[in-house]
């Protein structure tokens, strides 16, 4: 299982990376795993301010559908428009092309208050 040092999780398995303020959010290897063959992410919260916490969007794979929570209070600015087309790129690459959503953080240090990847790798154990 893929956890990068880099990122940030919570415990509902998303990751964020932060760049200023803006973060890049999506679900963590694990999560893919669970979840099995994505066949469809639903984000229609472009241009919403959400708490943390939040649903954001859901992801559907072939057996369930899964809420997607926000890791932390901001403005929802762009949906990876990759997944619309190709869903899958979130089991194949969940850090990377199979990012979700972009937006922009209300408090940069928010972030700092999630898992580490030492703490997200032991909660999944």
Known sequence: M???????????????KLDGNTATI????????????????EIETVGK?????????????VKTVSDLFLPVSGTINEVNPALAGTPELVNSDPYGEG???KM????????????????????VG
């Open 26 to 41: 999506g679900i963590t290897d694990f999560a893919q795993g669970e979840l099995g063959d994505i066949v469809y992410v």
């Open 49 to 61: 301010t959400l708490d943390a916490d939040a649903v954001f969007g859901t992801v559907e794979a």
């Open 104 to 123: 922009t953080v209300n408090n940069p240090a928010d972030v700092e208050g999630l898992l580490d990847a030492a703490g997200y790798q032991q909660m």
């Open 2 to 16: 893929n956890i990068p040092d880099s990122l940030r999780y919570t415990k509902d398995h998303e990751w964020v």
């Open 99 to 101: 990012w979700m959503i």
